[in-house]
């Protein structure tokens, strides 16, 4: 069992920026890959970004050259910089991790970002 808590979300003018941050607590040595996830009213959650154990990064489109996710192993931390944001980034914003050889999913309870234009 993993436990994800968010912070940092909040109500930013477009072209500006946020941190949002995610901290895993539980068997944390079991996680994989840790993400970022988002999801708009009226559409279905999609993937903002995500990394892997190895370092290695994934990005949609629409954040490449705007997001960065980083991960602090030390900490069990993982971090979402977003810059230039856009009122199309205004969702609701979900940590995630997948663990153990069946790749299982855990979810935090999500953390508000909204973008003003």
């Known amino acids: 069992q993993v436990q994800l808590v968010e912070s940092g979300g909040g109500l930013v003018q477009a072209g500006g920026s946020l941190r949002l941050s995610c901290a895993a607590s539980g068997i944390t040595s079991s996680i994989k890959q840790m993400g970022w996830y988002r999801q708009a009213p009226g559409k279905q959650r999609e993937l903002v970004a995500r990394?892997?154990?190895?370092?290695?990064?994934n990005y949609a489109d629409s954040v490449k050259g705007r997001f960065a996710i980083s991960r602090d192993n030390a900490k069990d931390t993982v971090s979402l910089q977003m810059n230039s944001l856009k009122p199309e980034d205004t969702a609701v914003y979900y940590c995630?991790?997948?663990?153990?050889?069946?790749?299982?999913?855990?979810w935090g309870q999500g953390t508000q970002v909204t973008v003003s234009s």
């Open positions: 995630n991790a997948a663990t153990g050889s069946a790749w299982s999913n855990y």
């Open positions: 990394i892997y154990n190895t370092g290695t990064t």
